[in-house]
């Protein structure tokens, strides 16, 4: 069972919904990422959070909008997506001492989103 | 940034023999190299990693190399087994973790 939970596992919404994707660690991390899972592709990194504090943003397109209300939660509005945006998305928590990402990444199952 | 190479994109093997994963970076600061497995409908898991002042790392019938001058390093894999049929993704960190597109491990019984 992994300590990441993430919810909803499936999500199919229209181009012009509003929704949210949760993130939950129960491990005591004190860093949470967002990584979008496309096929064929290398795990592309969107955002990450130390300490609540956003420290890293990969040239997400505005339409995605991360939310860490604190080091346990994690979340990703969305809202006027495309269809290109379908994909596994993936939240992961790690406990980061340095402020650099040399620490083992514990991922939850991810939600399989499709934009119709 | 870092960009990692990742070989082959599938594999298939007969139960009982060994697999090899390779990969290759580029940027000589990194320093931490993870590998994780996913399984059918659930997230990468780690499996084994490697710190750049380590040339070789073994767990039961897994282990990881690191080449630093030449920049790649594989995974191991022996006596396989059918559970082990996966995705394999290796990864390569100094201040930004950076994944291979991943390699489809097929075992078969």
């Known amino acids: 069972e992994t300590g990441v939970t993430q919810t909803p596992r499936h999500l199919v919404m229209g181009m012009t919904n509003k929704k949210s994707l949760k993130c939950e660690q129960h491990l005591g991390h004190n860093a949470m990422y967002w990584y979008k899972q496309s096929a064929k592709k290398p795990l592309e990194l969107m955002f990450v959070y130390n300490f609540k504090e956003q420290t890293e943003n990969n040239s997400v397109p505005s339409r995605f909008s991360p939310e860490c209300p604190n080091s346990s939660h994690l979340f990703l509005h969305l809202h006027t997506l495309q269809p290109e945006d379908s994909a596994l998305y993936l939240c992961?928590?790690?406990?980061?001492?340095?402020?650099?990402?040399?620490?083992?990444?514990?991922f939850g199952n991810g939600t399989r989103l499709t934009v119709t | 940034g870092e960009n990692v190479e990742q070989h082959p994109s599938t594999l298939s093997v007969q139960e009982g023999d060994s697999a090899v994963i390779k990969c290759t970076y580029s940027?000589?600061?990194?320093?931490?190299f993870p590998w994780y497995k996913q399984e059918l409908g659930k997230g990468p898991q780690l499996i084994i990693d490697?710190?750049?002042?380590?040339g070789e790392k073994k767990d039961q019938r897994i282990a990881v190399t690191l080449n630093k001058t030449a920049k790649h390093f594989s995974l191991h894999i022996t006596e396989t087994q059918p559970e082990d049929s996966a995705v394999y993704f290796c990864a390569a960190s100094w201040n930004d973790m950076r994944f291979g597109a991943g390699t489809r491990l097929t075992v078969k019984p």
């Open positions: 940027d000589s600061a990194s320093n931490y």
């Open positions: 992961a928590s790690s406990q980061d001492e340095t402020g650099t990402s040399n620490s083992p990444l514990h």
């Open positions: 490697i710190r750049s002042n380590v």
